[in-house]
């Protein structure tokens, strides 16, 4: 199946996003919960205009675009060197995820017959959910061996080059 999603689950990438900003540019760990409701709060105020965009222009070139965006927001989260690249860059990855990410349920639902959408879904989910094991311990491995910085650049090089093959 290919990929038209994020390769792992956004709480894993969220875990991963959190403990760089208190890494990198010591975000304190009260003030990580507010990430999360500006990501949340991003996401819920673009994921109507995101799928709306979605109807509009089309799938695949939304999703490449969305490859794209986060691609230059995880060059972005490997360079952050202060606390307020942290919140710009989090809010943009609301924005991604918000805008970009029903582009992909959509796109499942655009390939497969109407009857069978519920297994396409539970299939999509599956491969995302077993891709997220090894792509989780490459990341651990990046990060132990190399940092955060790494982690974040191999993700960018990532989206970057499946963004041109597909």
């Given at each position: 199946?290919?990929?038209?999603?994020t390769?792992q689950?956004?709480?894993?990438e969220?875990?991963?996003q959190?403990?760089?900003?208190?890494?990198?540019?010591?975000?304190?760990?009260?003030r990580?919960?507010?990430?999360i409701a500006?990501?949340n709060?991003?996401?819920s105020?673009?994921?109507?205009?995101g799928?709306?965009?979605?109807?509009?222009?089309?799938?695949?070139?939304l999703?490449?675009?969305?490859?794209?965006?986060?691609?230059?927001?995880?060059?972005?989260?490997?360079?952050a060197?202060?606390q307020?690249?942290?919140?710009a860059?989090y809010?943009e990855?609301?924005?991604?995820?918000?805008?970009?990410?029903?582009?992909s349920?959509?796109?499942?639902?655009?390939?497969?017959?109407?009857h069978?959408?519920?297994?396409?879904?539970?299939?999509?989910?599956?491969?995302?959910g077993?891709?997220?094991?090894?792509?989780?311990?490459?990341a651990?491995?990046?990060?132990?061996?190399?940092?955060?910085?790494?982690?974040?650049?191999?993700a960018?090089?990532s989206r970057?080059?499946?963004s041109?093959?597909?």
């Open positions: 199946m290919g990929h038209y999603g390769l689950p956004w709480y894993q969220d875990a991963l959190l403990l760089a900003a208190r890494e990198a540019v010591s975000v304190l760990l009260s990580s919960f507010l990430l500006i990501f709060l991003v996401i105020a673009t994921s109507t205009k799928g709306a965009l979605s109807d509009s222009i089309g799938r695949r070139g999703i490449v675009a969305g490859w794209l965006i986060y691609t230059a927001i995880y060059f972005g989260l490997a360079s060197s202060s307020w690249h942290m919140w860059l809010a990855y609301g924005l991604y995820y918000g805008a970009f990410q029903g582009a349920s959509a796109l499942i639902a655009d390939l497969v017959l109407q069978l959408r519920g297994t396409a879904y539970g299939i999509f989910n599956a491969a995302l077993v891709a997220a094991l090894p792509a989780s311990l490459i651990g491995i990046l990060w132990d061996r190399y940092g955060p910085a790494r982690r974040f650049f191999s960018s090089r970057s080059s499946r041109w093959a597909f």
